[in-house]
């Protein structure tokens, strides 16, 4: 069992800068975790994703050059640093797990997988 809590969100101006963090209750070498996002009356969507095994990063188109998913071992928290943020980045961000005991699949730049473990979210808003 992997408990997963977020934080970070708030509100800016678009062109600024975040930082979510998603502090993990346990750490493993060979873990999958992502971050998702979902705006109201929208489906949930993947953002950007990791495979701790060999420190891989993913991003979906929207959010490449601008965001960056990066984790400490040592704090077992996983970040994502997002710069540029326009008014369509706002949403609820979440945070999510599963053990990977090899690279995952990925499917249109993200891995194509069933994620676990999910944390309760942080909201983001952006306002132009």
């Known amino acids: 069992q992997v408990q997963l809590v977020e934080s970070g969100g708030g509100s800016v101006q678009a062109g600024g800068s975040l930082r979510l963090s998603c502090a993990a209750s346990?750490?493993?070498?060979?873990?999958?975790m992502g971050w998702f996002r979902q705006a109201p009356g929208k489906e949930r969507e993947g953002v950007a994703a990791?495979?701790?095994?060999?420190?891989?990063?993913y991003y979906t188109d929207s959010v490449e050059g601008r965001f960056t998913i990066s984790r400490d071992a040592a704090k077992n928290t996983l970040y994502l640093q997002m710069n540029s943020l326009q008014p369509d980045d706002t949403a609820m961000y979440y945070c999510?797990?599963?053990?990977?005991?090899?690279?995952?699949?990925?499917?249109?730049?993200?891995?194509?997988?069933?994620?676990?473990?999910w944390g309760q979210g942080t909201q983001v808003t952006v306002s132009s």
């Open positions: 999510a797990a599963r053990f990977c005991s090899s690279p995952p699949p990925v499917v249109r730049g993200l891995p194509f997988l069933q994620y676990n473990y």
């Open positions: 990791i495979y701790t095994g060999t420190g891989s990063d």
């Open positions: 346990q750490y493993r070498a060979q873990l999958c």
